[in-house]
Structure formats: C-alpha cells, structure tokens
C-alpha cells in the first residue's frame, strides 16, 4: 500500500461540516489502497503520468477513450480524485453503453414510462448559445429520451462531490447578465412560469445561483425548441454528507410554484442503490462497486 499522502490543513476552515476533509482523506485512501499508486503535492492528487494513463477513471466501458476525446491532460479532470469534473464520465458513459439498463433508472428517477434513452452527452450546451441563455451556461451530463406516450424530454445533469456554491466572478458575463435585468436569465425565468412572483430576488443568490442557471438552460431549450420537446428535468447528483446541497435543494424546491419533475436533488447513494436494482451482469456489478467504494465516504 502507498502512501495516504498529505492532506490539506484548512480544508474544516472551508467546509466546517467536516465533509471536504473527509472526502479529501477518503480519495487519498483510495489512491494508496485500491489503485496503489502514489500522490502528487496531497493525497487525493495523482502524479501527471498516472493522470495521462487514465487511472482517474473505471478501467472499462471505453470511458477513458471518452475523456480523452473531449480533452486533452487536464490536471482537474484528469489527476484530482477529489474534484467532481471527471465523476460524470465514471458514471454516465457506462450507462450509455446499456440503454436499457439506463432507461429503466431514469424511468424510475422521474416515475415515468419511457420508452427509449436517444442521447447521453457529458458536459452540453445547446448551440448556437445566442438563441438559447447566451453564455457559457452547461449540464455535466445531458439526456434525452422519448415517453410512452411519444412526447420527447431531456434531463439536464449537474454532478457534485464535495463542491458548495461559488461568489459571483466579479466583471465577468455571468455578473453582466445576472445585474441585468433585461438579460436572457430573466427573460426565461419570467417565461418559464417556474417560479413563485417572489423568487427572483433569491435566485441570483450565490446559494441558488448554479442551480437556477441549469434549470433555466433547459427551460430556454424547451422555449426555443418547443416543436421537439416536451419536457425538461432538472437534476443535482450529490453525496448525502454534502449538507450544503441537501438544504439548498430543499430551499430551491420552495421556490417554484409546482415542482412536477421539473427539479430533482438525488442523492448518490439512492442513485447507486437504482443502479443496482436495475443492473443487468456483472460487469455493472463490478462497476456500481467501484462507484460505492470511490465516492460514498466511510469514516476513515
């Protein structure tokens, strides 16, 4: 077994949950133990060689081949354990190899009967982005699917790990357009007919901010794209220890009006628990495994 490796000393300075920490020396742990292999600067870091051979990702289902297609080595995606930009990959490219398997979860996420999976995507954005929110506004992962019934839906996925809510970059796009009242953010938002009549001056917040800008992507899409679309599912894919996402969740959800599948907070342990349920062999077996031991954290 190699090293755990040094772990980061303020990390209860940011997250006084104890959540971060703990995460942080879970990845580290798994890096020593299970991939045995050794840490670059902390624990939860692999070395570039390690990274560039893809030992941040499940070792089947071509998913390194998938992250090697959408970028390059990427020090965040490809050797930091404890970031989530690389969980969406390990989770969802899988799925997209067994349809099937994948449209059963999501038919019981949404409690809806679904016909068919017809697109998986990691990290979307509609283009050309002017006719939809007009910025860098993106889903970790992407799905659309058609119903029973014929009517067509798409799920806009925002993966989480140990990450909370961010400050406003100051002069940036996204500051221009959430000050401006005239910008697409509030021009969705008012159209969408999501909302409470005093929501607005909560969602803009740094708490709600992310979550309101995923939610109101894929409102734009089913605006622009009405003659395909029928439905949109916003949804946050989170640890249960996150408290942070477990109460901005809730607090979200009282913000709209009627929530009808139109925002779902799950979390990965009830999510890994439908993987399993549904899980069609082995294979997926040995993988839902690796997902458990990777990113639920035990006191370690």
């Known amino acids: 077994m190699q090293e755990i490796g040094k772990q980061y000393s303020k990390d209860d300075r940011t997250d006084p949950s104890g959540f971060l920490r703990r995460a942080r020396l879970h990845q580290s742990i798994f890096r020593a133990k299970y991939l045995d292999l050794p840490f670059d600067t902390y624990g939860n870091y692999l070395t570039r060689?390690?990274?560039?051979?893809?030992?941040?990702?499940?070792?089947?289902?071509?998913?390194?081949?998938?992250?090697k297609k959408y970028r390059k080595y990427n020090k965040p995606l490809y050797s930091n354990l404890l970031r989530s930009e690389h969980i969406p990959f390990?989770?969802?490219?899988?799925?997209d190899k067994d349809r099937?398997?994948?449209?059963?979860?999501?038919?019981?996420?949404l409690k809806s009967r679904i016909n068919s999976i017809d697109k998986i995507v990691i990290e979307y954005a509609?283009?050309?982005?002017?006719?939809?929110?007009?910025?860098?506004?993106?889903?970790?992962?992407?799905?659309?699917?058609?119903?029973s019934d014929g009517t067509k839906g798409m799920i806009g996925i925002e993966v989480k790990y140990t990450e909370k809510e961010y400050k406003l970059p100051t002069k940036s796009k996204q500051e221009k357009d959430v000050k401006d009242k005239n910008s697409p953010y509030y021009s969705v938002t008012k159209k969408s007919g999501l909302y409470k009549p005093d929501a607005i001056k909560d969602l803009s917040t740094d708490k709600f901010r992310q979550v309101w800008r995923n939610h109101i992507?894929?409102?734009?899409?089913?605006l622009v794209d009405s003659d395909k679309f029928q439905h949109f599912t916003?949804?946050?894919?989170?640890?249960?220890?996150?408290?942070?996402?477990i109460k901005t969740s809730k607090e979200y959800i009282d913000l709209l009006i009627q929530n009808d599948n139109r925002?779902?907070?799950?979390?990965?342990?009830?999510?890994?628990?439908?993987?399993?349920?549904?899980?069609?062999?082995?294979n997926f077996k040995n993988w839902i495994k690796y997902l458990t031991t990777r990113y639920i954290v035990i006191n370690d």
């Open 263 to 282: 925002f779902i907070a799950l979390t990965y342990e009830n999510f890994f628990a439908l993987l399993n349920k549904y899980c069609p062999d082995d």
């Open 217 to 222: 992507l894929g409102e734009s899409i089913l």
């Open 126 to 147: 509609p283009k050309p982005k002017e006719k939809y929110l007009n910025d860098g506004t993106s889903f970790d992962t992407y799905i659309e699917y058609t119903n």
């Open 49 to 67: 060689e390690d990274g560039e051979n893809g030992r941040n990702f499940y070792d089947d289902f071509g998913i390194f081949d998938a992250v």
């Open 100 to 109: 099937n398997f994948c449209k059963n979860v999501i038919a019981d996420i």
């Open 234 to 245: 916003s949804l946050t894919l989170f640890p249960s220890d996150n408290s942070h996402f």
């Open 90 to 95: 390990n989770i969802f490219i899988p799925l």
